[in-house]
């Protein structure tokens, strides 16, 4: 049974910090590119930060690029998103995506809700 639980999601200030976690089961973890993905109220959802399978490759949206940060654990079976000098318009559900392109697979998590507020 395939799973992506996000966790680490909760309020924090402007310019605080959150580290979200994803942790993967039920697939071959270590074949999957994994992103990061946010939505907020009333907008489409957009992509955050991406890593590959082996975590060589990153790339992240203009809004959080020296903010954010995407990482993996392929022995955790776990991605992480730290993310700094938080912003309220970094509010929104953020959401879990694993793809594996060669096969046409794809998962997603039900989300971590986080608000950035004073």
């Known amino acids: 049974q395939v799973q992506l639980v996000e966790s680490g999601g909760g309020l924090e200030q402007p310019r605080g910090s959150l580290r979200l976690s994803c942790a993967a089961s039920?697939?071959?973890?270590?074949?999957?590119?994994m992103t990061w993905y946010r939505q907020a109220p009333g907008k489409e959802r957009v992509l955050v930060a991406f890593?590959?399978?082996?975590?060589?490759?990153?790339n992240y949206a203009d809004s959080v690029k020296g903010r954010f940060t995407i990482s993996r654990d392929n022995a955790k079976k776990t991605i992480y998103l730290q993310m700094n000098s938080l912003k309220p318009e970094d509010t929104a559900v953020y959401y879990c995506?694993?793809?594996?392109?060669?096969?046409?697979?794809?998962?997603w998590g039900m989300g971590t809700q986080v608000t950035v507020s004073s």
């Open positions: 039920g697939f071959t973890f270590s074949n999957y590119a």
């Open positions: 890593i590959d399978s082996s975590g060589g490759i990153t």
């Open positions: 995506h694993a793809a594996r392109w060669s096969i046409s697979s794809e998962y």
